[in-house]
């Protein structure tokens, strides 16, 4: 048996503190969270985030260390984070509630995708990546990176458009913004064009190792 690569074992060792590291912070929240929420409500904020326009700027100043002004300018619209201190609100049990299934189901999505990854480096571990599975296993990574980023991008939104609803602003408009990353989308369509590539080369190998 070949000895494992120095890369190979640290891969391994990251996952495993990947994968163990999300599961205790989940536990940790389903348990801290509602306890919080009940016994020291003035610690938690209610925060959303929207997207700025307009920005007045003109109370902002840089200068070079020579004493050379600068124009100071925001690439729009600007993410921005409202927050409501605990004493100005009180906590909904079903913001509360609200938080706790969507930091599950986050958490459930990023476990499955890292057993995506660690059960591909257990067949490179054993000596035989090239198999069907694999190539299932990388368009499953693809497919998880599409809707992870199609579903942030609709909460990003969400998020913007109740900021919009809830605040009155000066020196600055809130604007709905849809939160779309499309670097993330064109990852993962690349990654699901990948795993096409191993399926058809892993087709090919097992149609050689059957003519020999």
């Not at 000596?127 to 909460?155: K, T, W, Y």
């Amino acid at each position: 048996m070949k000895e494992r690569s120095v890369s190979l074992r640290i891969l391994k060792f990251l996952f495993a503190v990947c994968w163990w590291g999300t599961i205790g912070i989940s536990l940790l929240m389903v348990i801290l969270l509602p306890v919080v929420a009940v016994t020291s409500p003035e610690k938690i904020d209610l925060s959303l985030v929207g997207f700025a326009r307009g920005v007045d700027s003109s109370a902002l100043t840089a200068t070079t260390h020579e004493g050379l002004a600068s124009i100071i300018e925001f690439k729009e619209p600007v993410q921005v984070r409202l927050s409501l201190p605990a004493d100005n609100w009180e906590p909904k049990w079903v913001y509360v509630l609200g938080g706790i299934v969507l930091g599950i189901a986050g958490a459930g999505l990023f476990l499955y995708f890292l057993k995506q990854f660690r059960e591909i480096i257990q067949t490179v571990e054993s000596g035989d990546p090239f198999v069907f599975e694999n190539a299932r296993r990388v368009r499953i990574i693809g497919l998880l990176i599409l809707v992870g980023g199609f579903v942030g991008g609709l909460l990003e939104t969400a998020g913007g458009i109740w900021a919009d609803s809830m605040f009155v602003t000066e020196g600055f408009d809130l604007s709905t913004q849809i939160g779309l990353d499309f670097s993330t989308l064109i990852s993962g369509l690349s990654i699901i064009v990948l795993s096409e590539i191993f399926r058809y080369g892993t087709q090919m190998r097992e149609e050689q190792s059957l003519t020999v």
